[in-house]
């Protein structure tokens, strides 16, 4: 009986096993998936502000640069609370 009971503990075990091997597959995918993202968006900010200088000047670029960073500091003012509220 004891044989049994060993047995069958150690394919649960193996079950939980391979479905752990699963997740943890399905987990690196979506983190490379989120890498290759990230760095494809970096590549292009990248590329996208070189052509604005050379085709608006340094002076617009400025300008762009500061309207950039004043309404991501207003938009962290506008979020805070907001997950914590319900829209009805």
């Not at 699963?22 to 502000?49: D, N, P, Q, S």
């Amino acid at each position: 009986m004891r044989e049994h009971d060993s047995s069958q503990t150690s394919l649960i075990v193996s079950s939980r096993a391979q479905e752990a091997k699963k997740r943890l597959f399905e987990v690196a995918k979506g983190t490379g998936i989120a890498f290759w993202g990230l760095l494809l968006a970096k590549v292009i900010k990248y590329v996208t502000r070189i052509l604005i200088v050379r085709k608006a000047g340094l002076a617009a670029y400025g300008l762009l640069n500061l309207g950039l960073a004043v309404i991501s500091l207003l938009a962290v003012f506008a979020l805070l609370g907001l997950p914590k509220c319900r829209l009805s």
